[in-house]
């Protein structure tokens, strides 16, 4: 919500298509996409890997999850350098986060649009200044 209040206030031309295209829809879905779908299996295969502790059967879950949403999201992604409209948008900021995390899973390669995906978003100068100023706060 924080994301598309300061796009839609600040720079709507710049990272989001106009509210009136068929465009838009898609860049909703993504932008939200995100924080609903996507993140609830790498959450869980998260807590089960700080945890330690064998489970009945979350960590199979959360592999199954994890599988078929980065399988929707790489599909999503053939072809495409960006998720909506051919250009950066909230949706790819809100995504950087899940390719990070995967990436950090070690997992990224398993998706070949999305590896590319990822290379895309870092090719960004922003993204490079991102990074330093969260290893400068961490």
């Known amino acids: 919500a924080i994301t598309e ?70 599909q999503s992604l053939d072809g495409k350098r960006y998720l909506v409209a051919d250009k950066l948008t909230g949706a790819d900021f809100m995504m950087s986060f899940i390719v990070e995390i995967l990436s950090k899973f070690g997992l990224v390669d398993r998706y070949p649009n999305i590896a590319r995906y990822a290379q895309q978003l870092e090719s960004h100068d922003s993204w490079h200044a991102a990074q330093a100023l969260e290893a400068q706060h961490s």
């Open 5 to 74: 209040y300061l796009i839609s206030k600040y720079a709507p031309q710049k990272f989001a298509p106009s509210q009136d295209s068929d465009e838009y829809v898609e860049y909703l879905q993504w932008l939200h996409f995100a924080e609903s779908s996507a993140a609830l299996p790498l959450l869980l295969k998260t807590f089960v890997a700080k945890d330690g502790a064998p489970t009945n059967f979350l960590a199979d879950y959360a592999e199954v999850e994890l599988h078929k949403v980065m399988s929707y999201v790489d």
